[in-house]
């Protein structure tokens, strides 16, 4: 059996190496690998669909990709999004980029995270600049501009996006390209990473009074996150979405049995409503907790990114509901817990939705795959939809 058009580009872009290099600023050993290959690979295949296309370099290996489609005055700018890098292939149990068709899957690192939704956005792009080329000739259809956009740095917090460009193009909507199961996901919370640290005092072991125990401080510190995560951080609601959360990551402190600990640091990921803004609450919970626990803690943030909630009756909700009875199968929009790229476009203004083919059950696992029914579904569901959105 043949593989469709979107297995057989997925394969090709499983095949390129696009592990994230790290965070930006972060040094790299030569020749590791980053999302510039991806990125040359795409530019030429979206050149070559008749697509002007620009890199936004970063740093020297690291750009953003946009391209867009020869532009049409007076017609809705749609824009796909979907991240350039992967995380990394330590512990995976399959070859990570030797794609393999088996069983109606595709394996390999990225195959739903996110290269699969990316190759049914460059397949239904595809379709749809054909469309457009012959929108005036074919009563059915509307004209539509079309931007592709590939980010990078993204699995390390949603950090690439914040410097993407795109003012001068104005997309009127945003479909981001993650795996959600074909599930329009029209919201998601906003996440905040930081370590809060203490300080004491070393003394030896045999004469604790000597010393100031660090672990002991931030057992009274660790206390007083649970409390806020317990009252503070469920006053807030926003409606389909389940209370801010925080959860206690990592604990170092201490060298040694014998020697009384002088610091003690944990790193916190909080996740929050989208109508909760990162900045102001980690002021809130640091004056918070302070106060409540009385120890001098230090706080230094590590990540943050926004989150987003489209409203239920914008254009391009509507246009994947219609997409939806159009084509029979129509999916319920929801909202999830983990953080994309949607939560800049969303802070920007822009309508945005999530979707894509795959599981964020498969995402970053030892055994990445996708379904390739999902895939070559999702192909169709993204043309029905943007074509839903031309006519609105
Ligand atoms: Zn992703």
Same mark, same amino acid.
């Given at each position: 059996?043949?593989?469709?058009?979107?297995?057989a580009?997925?394969?090709?872009?499983?095949?390129?190496?696009?592990?994230?290099?790290?965070? #930006?600023?972060?040094?790299?050993?030569?020749?590791?690998?980053t999302e510039?290959a991806?990125?040359?690979?795409?530019?030429?295949?979206?050149?070559?669909?008749?697509?002007?296309?620009?890199?936004?370099w970063?740093?020297?290996?690291?750009?953003h990709?946009?391209?867009?489609?020869?532009?049409?005055? /007076?017609?809705?700018?749609?824009?796909f999004?979907a991240?350039?890098?992967?995380?990394?292939?330590?512990?995976?149990?399959?070859?990570p980029?030797t794609?393999?068709?088996?069983?109606?899957?595709? $394996?390999?690192?990225?195959?739903?995270?996110?290269?699969?939704?990316m190759?049914?956005?460059l397949?239904?792009?595809?379709?749809?600049?054909?469309?457009?080329?012959h929108?005036?000739?074919?009563?059915?259809?509307?004209?539509?501009?079309?931007?592709f956009?590939?980010?990078c740095?993204?699995e390390?917090?949603?950090?690439?996006?914040?410097? #993407?460009?795109?003012n001068?193009?104005?997309?009127?909507?945003?479909?981001?390209g993650?795996?959600?199961?074909?599930?329009?996901?029209i919201?998601?919370?906003?996440?905040?990473?930081?370590?809060?640290s203490?300080? =004491?005092?070393?003394?030896?072991g045999?004469h604790?009074?000597?010393?100031?125990?660090a672990? $002991?401080?931030?057992a009274?510190?660790?206390a007083?996150?649970?409390?806020?995560? =317990?009252?503070?951080?469920l006053? %807030?609601s926003h409606p =389909?979405?389940?209370?801010?959360?925080?959860?206690?990551?990592?604990?170092r402190? /201490?060298?040694?049995?014998?020697? !009384?600990?002088?610091?003690?640091?944990?790193?916190?990921?909080?996740r929050?409503?989208?109508q909760?803004?990162?900045?102001?609450? #980690?002021e809130?919970? %640091?004056?918070?907790?302070?106060?409540?626990?009385?120890?001098?803690v230090?706080?230094?943030?590590?990540?943050?990114?926004?989150?987003?909630a489209?409203?239920?009756?914008?254009?391009?909700?509507?246009a994947?509901?219609?997409?939806?009875?159009?084509? =029979?199968?129509r999916?319920?929009?929801?909202?999830?817990?983990y953080?994309?790229?949607? /939560?800049?476009?969303?802070e920007?203004? $822009?309508d945005?939705?999530?979707?894509?083919?795959?599981s964020?059950?498969?995402?970053?696992?030892?055994?990445?795959y996708?379904?390739?029914?999902?895939l070559?579904a999702? !192909?169709?569901?993204?043309?029905e939809? %943007?074509?839903? $959105?031309?006519?609105c």
């Amino acid at each position: 059996m043949h593989p469709s058009p979107a297995a057989a580009l997925l394969a090709e872009l499983v095949r390129i190496d696009s592990r994230s290099p790290g965070r #930006l600023g972060d040094p790299r050993s030569d020749g590791a690998p980053t999302e510039e290959a991806l990125a040359r690979f795409l530019s030429a295949h979206l050149e070559q669909l008749g697509m002007t296309v620009e890199l936004q370099w970063l740093e020297p290996g690291r750009p953003h990709l946009v391209a867009r489609s020869p532009q049409i005055p /007076g017609a809705p700018t749609l824009a796909f999004e979907a991240h350039l890098d992967t995380v990394g292939v330590e512990g995976m149990t399959i070859p990570p980029f030797t794609p393999e068709l088996r069983g109606g899957r595709l $394996y390999g690192r990225g195959a739903c995270d996110t290269k699969g939704p990316m190759a049914a956005m460059l397949v239904a792009l595809e379709k749809l600049l054909h469309d457009t080329q012959h929108a005036t000739r074919n009563a059915g259809r509307s004209p539509l501009n079309l931007l592709f956009i590939g980010c990078c740095a993204e699995e390390t917090g949603c950090e690439g996006v914040k410097h #993407l460009k795109i003012n001068g193009l104005r997309p009127d909507a945003v479909i981001v390209g993650e795996p959600t199961e074909n599930r329009p996901v029209i919201g998601h919370k906003a996440h905040l990473w930081f370590e809060l640290s203490v300080r =004491g005092k070393a003394a030896h072991g045999s004469h604790p009074e000597a010393g100031d125990n660090a672990i $002991y401080r931030m057992a009274d510190v660790i206390a007083s996150l649970r409390r806020f995560a =317990g009252t503070r951080l469920l006053e %807030a609601s926003h409606p =389909g979405f389940t209370p801010a959360t925080l959860s206690v990551g990592t604990i170092r402190g /201490g060298t040694k049995v014998n020697i !009384v600990p002088d610091s003690c640091a944990v790193l916190v990921d909080v996740r929050l409503l989208p109508q909760q803004t990162p900045a102001a609450m #980690l002021e809130e919970l %640091a004056a918070w907790v302070r106060a409540d626990s009385g120890q001098p803690v230090e706080i230094t943030w590590k990540a943050m990114a926004p989150g987003f909630a489209s409203r239920a009756d914008s254009a391009l909700v509507r246009a994947f509901a219609a997409a939806g009875d159009a084509r =029979g199968a129509r999916m319920p929009p929801g909202v999830v817990n983990y953080c994309t790229d949607a /939560g800049s476009f969303g802070e920007a203004g $822009y309508d945005t939705v999530v979707f894509g083919p795959g599981s964020i059950l498969q995402a970053h696992a030892a055994e990445e795959y996708i379904e390739l029914a999902q895939l070559d579904a999702a !192909v169709q569901i993204l043309m029905e939809t %943007a074509r839903q $959105y031309a006519r609105c």
